[in-house]
């Protein structure tokens, strides 16, 4: 199994930053992708991100390109999302989540790992 664990989330103003982490312990050999996802109250989790964790391949929601960064470090095991010019619409609880070979980066169910989530507001 694969744990991931977020932090960095937080309360900001719109325009500002913030960068999230997320820790991964156990089994990461086996992880090919690690992904980002966001869900806003009374809204369904929906793709911010992802990162092939051999080569460093990403991927991004339409929403976020241009603002958001997905980066990692292998000799940490650990995946960042930083965060510029965030908007509003940005809040939400961010979930880190890992998964193998097969389905799709951009589905939440393909993903067998998840962390507890991390929140972002960011206010107006």
């Known amino acids: 199994q694969v744990q991931p664990v977020e932090s960095g989330g937080g309360l900001v103003q719109a325009g500002g930053s913030l960068r999230l982490s997320c820790a991964a312990s156990?089994?990461?050999?086996?992880?090919?992708?690690m992904g980002w996802f966001r869900q806003a109250p009374g809204k369904e989790r929906e793709f911010v991100a992802a990162?092939?964790?051999?080569?460093?391949?990403?991927y991004y929601a339409d929403s976020v390109k241009e603002r958001f960064t997905i980066s990692r470090d292998n000799a940490k095991n650990t995946v960042y999302l930083q965060m510029d010019s965030l908007k509003p619409e940005d809040t939400a609880i961010y979930y880190c989540a890992a998964k193998g070979t097969g389905g799709s980066k951009y589905t939440s169910s393909d993903y067998a790992y998840w962390g507890q989530g991390t929140q972002v507001t960011v206010s107006s």
């Open positions: 156990g089994r990461t050999s086996s992880t090919y992708i």
């Open positions: 990162i092939r964790w051999s080569e460093g391949r990403t």
